[in-house]
């Protein structure tokens, strides 16, 4: 068995593949308890029985003969955000021998945070929420079966199947394939391991996190209905306002009503915004909010991502990679690096909401206390804003170079600032 990737072929050679993911778990259970229930989780999802190899030209996720158990760590220190990044970025995945995943867990006074890292390949927020879920079933009830999950993939194809890129669009793709086809270079999985250590040699990345308690996760949502925009909006705004950036570009679910296994179904959209100085907070938000609501409602806009990177050869994204971090000198691959922004100054700020998360908190002994996120700071972007509420508690991070301190805590204060703000506002009203 082997398929082939399509969306998830933009990690293959990507040095900042890494999607990090904390669960704050409550309850009595041992350490061995722990570990068998991430396994059996683990080994419900057939995709994480795979590796990532090249077969007759394509990339494939193929069926591992001995599937690789998931590496879990235990550590003596609690968890902290930055410390598990650095631990963690630097470690490329060995896809090609089935890693495509592994974990950590710090001691905590009530119980354990548990750390996932995954490659970014295997899934987007929403899979791993839902993984572990499954882990916290196999924890508070290790006689429940665990049905298995099927490998399904996102297909590109079948969802843009009615969307149209422009003309000129489409000619300047064909035109770049064409050369790359004459031009172009495979990579080996040893060119890679260069370019990844050679990556994150030069390079520290960092996160802040705030958490909105449930009391101030609600008035901040009553606050975005009274204004007919959503938290979403308001978390987009905040930290574009923040930043004193005018493009922004937020994460959009693109998965099957009722599904709940791994995948990367997510897309983006992506719009610039220029305020008036005169408008407040509020004014801006609503502005906002129209600018993107008008192209989540258009799936030539909301899909146009989608299409555009599926009309290239994948191993051209490779080709832009590598010339972009890898010293790989090509005409065709750097004008690619530039198109992709890996070339430039990073600029703009991205958001992955995951909104309030689709699970229980309460599994038999075990609580799941709260869960946060953070997004891969891919290359060419500034700041990734990760976002996810559980039983009300919103957690918010900002993952972003290490080298920007002291100005991305200036952003993230602003930011946070604003929006508890808002809540305490509202909530004082209401008095």
Same mark, same amino acid.
């Given at each position: 068995m082997s398929v082939p990737l399509t969306k998830e072929r933009l990690y293959y050679r990507c040095p900042t593949p890494q999607i990090l993911m904390a669960a704050e778990i409550e309850g009595k259970f041992s350490?061995?308890?722990?570990?068998?229930?991430?396994?059996? !989780?683990?080994?419900?999802?057939?995709?994480?029985?795979?590796?990532?190899?090249?077969?007759?030209?394509?990339?494939?996720?193929?069926?591992?003969?001995?599937?690789?158990?998931?590496?879990?760590?235990?550590?003596?220190?609690?968890?902290?955000?930055?410390?598990?990044?650095? !631990?963690?970025?630097?470690?490329?995945?060995?896809?090609?021998?089935?890693?495509?995943?592994?974990?950590?867990?710090?001691?905590?006074?009530?119980?354990a945070v548990l750390l996932c890292s995954a490659n970014h390949m295997v899934g987007d927020g929403l899979s791993f929420v839902y993984l572990f879920r499954d882990i916290l079933t196999a924890l508070g009830n290790p006689a429940a079966a665990l049905s298995p999950a099927p490998l399904h993939l996102c297909d590109p194809k079948e969802l843009t199947r009615r969307v149209k890129l422009p003309f000129s669009i489409?000619?300047?793709?064909?035109?770049?394939?064409?050369?790359?086809?004459?031009?172009?270079?495979?990579?080996?999985?040893?060119?890679?391991?260069?370019?990844?250590?050679?990556?994150?040699?030069?390079?520290?990345?960092?996160?802040?996190?705030?958490?909105?308690?449930?009391?101030?996760?609600?008035?901040? !949502?009553?606050?975005?209905?009274?204004?007919?925009?959503?938290?979403?909006?308001?978390?987009?705004?905040?930290?574009?306002l923040a930043a004193e950036e005018s493009s922004v570009g937020v994460a959009v679910s693109v998965r099957e009503k009722g599904y709940e296994g791994l995948g990367n179904f997510a897309t983006g959209v992506s719009v610039d915004y220029f305020p008036s100085v005169d408008t407040g907070f509020d004014e801006r938000t609503r502005e906002l909010h129209a600018l993107l609501h008008k192209k989540y409602d258009d799936p030539q806009s909301m899909l146009f991502l989608m299409k555009f990177m599926d009309a290239l050869s994948p191993s051209l994204i490779d080709g832009a990679y590598f010339n972009a971090f890898g010293g790989y000198e090509n005409p065709i691959a750097q004008r690619a690096a530039i198109m992709f922004g890996f070339r430039g100054t990073s600029k703009g700020v991205n958001l992955t909401?995951?909104?309030k998360l689709p699970i229980p908190a309460a599994y038999g002994a075990c609580t799941l206390k709260s869960l946060s996120f953070v997004p891969p700071l891919v290359p060419g972007s500034q700041r990734l804003v990760g976002a996810a509420t559980l039983n009300g508690r919103m957690c918010v991070t900002m993952h972003y170079d290490q080298k920007e301190e002291e100005s991305m805590r200036e952003c993230f204060s602003r930011a946070i600032g604003s929006l508890k703000r808002q809540a305490a506002g509202l909530a004082k009203d209401a008095e």
């Amino acid at each position: 068995m082997s398929v082939p990737l399509t969306k998830e072929r933009l990690y293959y050679r990507c040095p900042t593949p890494q999607i990090l993911m904390a669960a704050e778990i409550e309850g009595k259970f041992s350490e061995d308890a722990l570990k068998t229930a991430v396994k059996k !989780a683990v080994s419900r999802h057939e995709l994480l029985s795979c590796k990532v190899i090249e077969e007759a030209g394509k990339v494939v996720f193929a069926k591992n003969d001995a599937p690789r158990e998931p590496e879990i760590r235990f550590e003596t220190e609690p968890f902290c955000w930055n410390a598990a990044v650095s !631990a963690e970025e630097g470690r490329i995945f060995r896809y090609e021998e089935g890693e495509l995943i592994r974990f950590r867990v710090y001691p905590a006074e009530n119980g354990a945070v548990l750390l996932c890292s995954a490659n970014h390949m295997v899934g987007d927020g929403l899979s791993f929420v839902y993984l572990f879920r499954d882990i916290l079933t196999a924890l508070g009830n290790p006689a429940a079966a665990l049905s298995p999950a099927p490998l399904h993939l996102c297909d590109p194809k079948e969802l843009t199947r009615r969307v149209k890129l422009p003309f000129s669009i489409r000619m300047m793709a064909s035109g770049v394939e064409r050369q790359w086809k004459k031009n172009g270079k495979q990579f080996t999985f040893a060119d890679y391991e260069k370019l990844y250590t050679s990556y994150w040699s030069k390079r520290e990345t960092a996160v802040l996190d705030a958490v909105f308690e449930p009391e101030e996760t609600a008035a901040l !949502a009553d606050w975005c209905h009274e204004n007919g925009v959503t938290v979403n909006t308001a978390l987009a705004a905040a930290f574009l306002l923040a930043a004193e950036e005018s493009s922004v570009g937020v994460a959009v679910s693109v998965r099957e009503k009722g599904y709940e296994g791994l995948g990367n179904f997510a897309t983006g959209v992506s719009v610039d915004y220029f305020p008036s100085v005169d408008t407040g907070f509020d004014e801006r938000t609503r502005e906002l909010h129209a600018l993107l609501h008008k192209k989540y409602d258009d799936p030539q806009s909301m899909l146009f991502l989608m299409k555009f990177m599926d009309a290239l050869s994948p191993s051209l994204i490779d080709g832009a990679y590598f010339n972009a971090f890898g010293g790989y000198e090509n005409p065709i691959a750097q004008r690619a690096a530039i198109m992709f922004g890996f070339r430039g100054t990073s600029k703009g700020v991205n958001l992955t909401n995951l909104t309030k998360l689709p699970i229980p908190a309460a599994y038999g002994a075990c609580t799941l206390k709260s869960l946060s996120f953070v997004p891969p700071l891919v290359p060419g972007s500034q700041r990734l804003v990760g976002a996810a509420t559980l039983n009300g508690r919103m957690c918010v991070t900002m993952h972003y170079d290490q080298k920007e301190e002291e100005s991305m805590r200036e952003c993230f204060s602003r930011a946070i600032g604003s929006l508890k703000r808002q809540a305490a506002g509202l909530a004082k009203d209401a008095e």
